[in-house]
């Protein structure tokens, strides 16, 4: 029948997603890769990286990348402790560009929310400058950057000339909400890209991570029908239940997740595997590959009963 | 505050949305290139290549392409007259990549809904040859093809060499499933791209056109559970009420929608305003532009009462 004829973006893997082929093509397919993956490929983001966003629809995962943003990821590891988020609420899902989060009474000085003991204001944290140890750059031809690649499972565009290397607004990436000045954010607002990768803001605004698992639960949502996707009736927020630190509950409660590691020969091959297409279906086997469009594999750790 | 720190990629606009400046930046920013727009750079689809998709939320407006797709359009055009569609579902929304519709009983002769006088097989057509009228070809570095730019109102790939010119897999495209034989579909079977763009599709599959408005009653579905964003249990199905061609229907029934042309000045004006962002809250005015980013506007006519 006709109805599996596009083959899956991959977001979600597990060990049993793998697939045994007696006679491997001339480039391995994404399955095979993860299939003859080892212990080595995948890494365990560190707890103090992790947050753990409850939604009444389920958990986000997101990791932080305090090396791209260092400041703002110390911000929001206090905001996290101190249960900032806990009660707040998505109080914006513009289709095709941003699901965000925020104090719904932070236009008034009265309604407002604390920040507790986090910053107001942080500076702007929008590129990396010096060497990057893990940097993997791909050959791809980018319309925003000189060269494209991955630093620590994270997508980034990199300037040789500079030296500069940013974080890159693929979809799935997570990033501090500013006003018009630079320095004007402080993690308390957070957006995730749940559309075609607005690279325009790359460099304009600092990431401080992204999804690792649960982006449905925030791209699915409905549309704010307010200007750029805004609910202004708060009855269409989103609660959120609570933001977590994993590092702030016991180690036996977090949650087993691992990451494809993108500084190695496995990542090499599986970034071939999505530029040359040997799956069956496909008649031109592209040879082609955009930032955007390698996936990041994820699982939970196979020994875990969670 | 420091909610409306994300400038929104534009997909509905009303006549209303124009800005007013009385100091004009360099180059000019969406919304005053929108403003100063006149009736000549603004289209209507025509009403036999124009699709009313019914669904419990609401309606989404599809504009076939049959320039590229002669042979899907015309089996579309058959299988909406005879009311294929009607009572069938959407099967399948996976997320990050393309939500499709399909007869749930397909995989079996005795449920499968007759294709009527339409075809069961058609040509693949992947590419067009030759000269396009209205070819509009940008500056921008794609990592999918040697050139890009639009036809018609469609974002498009174009190989000067071969002369040849494809439809590129952005946000809102609709395709034609196919099986893994290229000319296997029938244009029964609908997908539309609901993530960042699958450009590894292009020139693999045949595109046969793109939404126009509703994207929002597409890309905000519930991700299907099963492998490939199935739907498995028919109760999570979305009905398709009726898919309609507008053709079908008294002109005065038909939605007065209009879209902004491609082959115009105006339009060369609104991919400067998206290259060099000069909205007031960039620090980086970017210089660049992706062919997926480019905003193509859609607006119903301002002399309607509907």
């Known amino acids: 029948m006709r109805l599996s004829i596009i083959l899956p973006a991959l977001l979600l893997v597990t060990a049993s997603a793998a697939r045994a082929d007696d006679t491997p093509p001339a ?9 003859e993956s080892t212990t080595f490929d995948w890494r365990q983001p560190k707890a103090e990286d992790t947050l753990y966003m409850d939604l009444p629809g389920g958990r986000v995962v997101i990791e932080l990348a305090p090396r791209f943003a260092p400041e703002h990821t110390a911000n929001i590891r206090t905001l996290a402790r101190e249960g900032y988020w806990n009660g707040l609420a998505i109080v914006r899902v513009q289709d095709n560009y941003v699901v965000q989060w925020a104090d719904p009474g932070a236009g008034d000085a009265t309604t407002r929310k604390p920040l507790g003991t986090a910053k107001a204001r942080l500076p702007a944290e929008f590129e990396h400058t010096g060497t990057l140890p893990g940097l993997a750059l791909i050959d791809s031809r980018d319309a925003y950057a000189e060269r494209v690649g991955f630093v620590e499972g994270f997508p980034v565009g990199h300037d040789p000339q500079r030296g500069a290397t940013w974080l890159a607004h693929c979809y799935g990436i997570v990033g501090a909400g500013r006003d018009n000045a630079a320095d004007s954010s402080s993690g308390a607002e957070l957006y995730v890209v749940i559309g075609h990768a607005p690279r325009h803001l790359d460099r304009n605004i600092t990431p401080v991570g992204r999804v690792l698992s ?21 009855a269409h927020h989103v609660p959120i239940t609570a933001i977590t630190l994993a590092s702030e509950i016991p180690a036996a409660e977090r949650l087993p997740i691992e990451v494809f590691r993108t500084d190695t020969p496995a990542f090499q091959r599986l970034v071939q595997a999505r530029r040359e297409r040997h799956e069956e279906w496909f008649v031109d086997p592209v040879g082609r590959i955009e930032l955007c469009n390698v996936p990041l594999p994820v ?3 196979a020994d875990s009963a969670k």
């Open 27 to 35: 480039a391995p397919v994404l399955a095979q890769v993860l299939a």
């Open 214 to 234: 649960g982006m449905e639960l925030l791209s699915a949502l409905p549309r704010g029908p307010a200007p750029m996707g805004f609910h202004a009736d708060a």
């Open 299 to 301: 699982r939970l750790r």
